[in-house]
């Protein structure tokens, strides 16, 4: 939540401030801003709202500089007001910070500075930091430190992080030291560009494409020191770092919309390509099996494991849902399901041979991150299942397998929550050939997996009769997503993408437990969406089906091709591919993704930014 992005070098830096934050407003879009440092001055623009709210202010009121920070924020402390606003300012102006995280010590902090002469203008936590950096540096200064030498600058931001309890992603500018552009990391995302005679700093690699492919991750703890002359990497406690410098493989088409009018749309028609990514290279037709470059773990090691932890959140916990199903129906290992924001402070147990997977798209997300922290102090391995490369979860997990979706930027999960099931479908017939799972079966799984995108590409031509069905419905409030076995998690990611994104109430339930208490829910002003795809449970789905229809609840059905049974009993059909049951999901969560997207364009909603949400949750 909130990003950064931050310029040191000798190109004008304002458009390119404005254009990095357009690249990293799904990380919050309550209000944004810019610095801008020219000689022994620095500009502060800065609005709530978003970003091309600023750019309207910029252009009204033009700054120029070749050093730089900016800002797009998803507020905690303080209201989404012009002045909460970052960019925030330290004593007297000399210092300049934008900051993602929370200072959760910061009352006791800001009456300490209160009471030292330190005047607050705004209701954030970060300002708190501005001054603490700024108090540090008049106390090195009193001391005899030299203004023209960068370690000033550091031991004072240093001393300052010091006493800050919390997490912080910080862009840092020094009124009297033009040029130089600190950066400092603890618990949020931050990566430095590396360029000719030029530094980026940025929350993820967004805002660097197309300028520098070149890349240093921070990791906690590390704080760096840009010139247009160059980079010092330095750790709290040990002093200089060599910089491990990797190379990202990001493009400008990747994060361009092209002919989509929604990032969510593009990612949704992106899938049958997505999931083709996701497992290439990974089927093993001679051993009839999956295999993963990244795991680090021996055969012997994973043959030993008997049970599964797998943690995540929101669709990233409904992807691991359907994996607990794969997991046990084909590697026979019993699998638990953890919400990560409740395993990072549970103490279940946890023996040597339980395996911990983390599953996340973005890797930065805070809860994951600490259910997977908290594992591994106890000495599990713990792997993760991730789409960003070099995102934090997945430079501190043991090993992992990457999702290779590209990046996903609309708020709205969708082409992750595919990758996360065909990765974790791969993951079961893997550990299921160590197993029990016959040659042939491995090879009948491998086929049906192969024949994925093209079912999916199917898929996607309900876009159409999707659109006619979502104007039917748009204004009803209240609807009920039902699904048993493999489709259970399909029914919650169904209801999840139409809550966040049309702010319509939704509920997902398995369709037999509905009986136990929402079927008081039913009735004609509350929808049941039906994922009823054809195979052993089938008759048991119809059933649940009659009961919604029975109290005059109207029927959206999500059936298989020429299934006339269905068409007969539901209000409306959305017709999917048939494919074998373990991969129901990965075809029927397609027009339940466009529905939801249909249904918030009607109702007028930001499908990219919807309210109080971010793309990458890195508070707790
Ligand atoms: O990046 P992650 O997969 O760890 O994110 C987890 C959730 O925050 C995320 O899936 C969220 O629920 C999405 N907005 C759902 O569409």
Redesign the pocket.
């Known amino acids: 939540m909130c990003g950064i992005v931050g310029y040191v070098g000798h190109r004008d830096v304002t458009e390119l401030l404005l254009e990095g934050l357009r690249r990293l407003e799904y990380r919050g879009y309550d209000s944004a801003g810019i610095a801008v440092q020219h000689g022994a001055e620095i500009s502060i623009r800065k609005k709530a709202g978003r970003v091309h709210e600023l750019g309207k202010l910029v252009e009204a009121n033009p700054v120029a500089g070749t050093a730089g920070i900016g800002h797009t924020r998803w507020a905690t402390h303080g209201e989404t007001t012009d002045i909460n606003s970052h960019p925030h300012v330290g004593g007297n102006g000399e210092v300049v910070i934008v900051h993602n995280g929370v200072v959760e010590n910061y009352t006791t902090l800001r009456a300490q500075l209160q009471q030292r002469g330190y005047v607050f203008r705004t209701a954030t936590d970060t300002e708190v930091i501005a001054h603490l950096i700024a108090h540090q540096l008049s106390e090195q200064l009193k001391l005899g430190s030299d203004p023209e030498r960068p370690d000033t600058y550091v031991t004072a931001v240093l001393a300052a992080l010091a006493q800050c309890k919390g997490t912080y992603g910080l862009a840092i500018l020094f009124r009297d030291a033009p040029n130089l552009l600190i950066g400092a990391r603890l618990g949020s995302p931050l990566v430095v560009g590396v360029g000719q005679g030029e530094f980026f700093l940025a929350s993820d690699p967004s805002p660097l494409v197309g300028y520098t492919d070149e890349v240093v991750y921070l990791s906690d703890h590390e704080l760096v020191v840009l010139t247009p002359a160059g980079m010092e990497l330095r750790h709290r406690d040990s002093g200089s770092l060599t910089p491990s410098i990797q190379t990202i493989e990001q493009t400008p088409a990747d994060i361009e919309l092209g002919d989509f009018e929604h990032y969510m749309l593009k990612e949704i028609f992106e899938q049958p390509t997505t999931l083709e990514n996701a497992m290439r290279g990974r089927l093993d037709d001679d051993e009839a099996t999956a295999k993963f470059g990244g795991l680090n773990m021996e055969p012997q090691q994973l043959r030993r494991i008997d049970r599964i932890v797998l943690t995540?959140?929101?669709?990233?916990?409904h992807a691991a849902l359907v994996g607990e199903y794969l997991l046990e129906e084909f590697a026979r290992i019993p699998t638990e399901v953890e919400y990560a924001s409740e395993l990072r402070y549970r103490n279940p147990p946890l023996t040597d041979t339980t395996m911990i997977f983390a599953?996340?798209?973005?890797?930065?997300?805070a809860d994951?991150l600490a259910a997977m922290r908290e594992c591994k102090r106890k000495g599990h391995p713990t792997l993760a299942i991730c789409n960003v490369v070099g995102s934090t979860i997945a430079r501190e997990a043991d090993g992992g397998i990457y999702l290779h979706a590209g990046p996903e930027i609309g708020?709205?999960?969708t082409k992750?929550f595919t990758s996360q099931v065909t990765v974790l479908t791969m993951l079961a017939l893997y550990l299921g050939r160590m197993r029990h799972l016959s040659y042939p079966a491995g090879h009948r799984i491998i086929q049906q997996l192969r024949e994925i995108p093209q079912k999916v590409a199917q898929a996607l031509e309900s876009f159409e009769t999707v659109r006619k069905i979502a104007s039917k419905y748009a204004s009803y409030d209240n609807f009920l997503y039902l699904g048993r076995l493999y489709n259970f998690p399909v029914a919650l990611e169904g209801a999840?993408?139409l809550k966040?994104i049309s702010y319509i109430h939704a509920e997902g339930y398995p369709a037999a437990e509905m009986k136990h208490g929402p079927i008081a829910l039913v009735d004609p002003n509350t929808p049941s969406v039906f994922i009823v795809p054809r195979g052993g449970i089938y008759p048991k789905v119809m059933s649940n089906l009659e009961e919604v229809r029975a109290r005059g609840g109207p029927v959206i059905a999500v059936a298989c091709e020429g299934d006339d049974e269905v068409a007969d009993m539901a209000d409306d059909v959305l017709f999917v591919p048939e494919v074998d049951e373990f991969l129901q999901p990965l075809v029927t969560v397609i027009p339940l993704q466009l529905l939801a997207y249909q249904i918030a364009l009607l109702r007028g909603c930001n499908v990219d930014r919807p309210r109080n949400?971010a793309?990458?949750?890195t508070v707790e």
Do not use: P, R
């Open positions: 995540a959140c929101g669709t990233s916990w599953i996340t798209q973005s890797g930065e997300t994951t708020v709205a999960s992750a999840l993408k966040e949400l793309k990458s949750v």
